[in-house]
């Protein structure tokens, strides 16, 4: 595989984790389902545009993941 390939499809991935981490270190700061599912919108929506996918759907599936996280039992996912 050529170098080019390689930093092609590294390009996306690079937004995402950084997100990731983000998203992670703010997790433990949202204290009800309603705050994580804006959260987890908003992150989808971040995500699924950096992706080159929809916006909306990224926030439809992100927002459904913050708020049933605590259904899910999720570690660290608690109401508080």
Do not use: H
């Not at 959260?39 to 971040?46: E, K, R, T």
């Amino acid at each position: 595989m050529s170098n080019r390939i390689i930093a092609t499809a590294a390009k996306p991935l690079k937004p995402l984790a950084l997100f990731a981490a983000l998203a992670l270190s703010l997790s433990g700061c949202l204290e009800n389902n309603a705050q994580r599912g804006l959260a987890g919108a908003a992150g989808g929506a971040v995500i699924g545009s950096a992706v080159g996918g929809s916006p909306v759907t990224g926030a439809v599936i992100g927002g459904a993941a913050g708020y049933f996280c605590n259904e899910l039992n999720v570690p660290g996912c608690k109401n508080r």
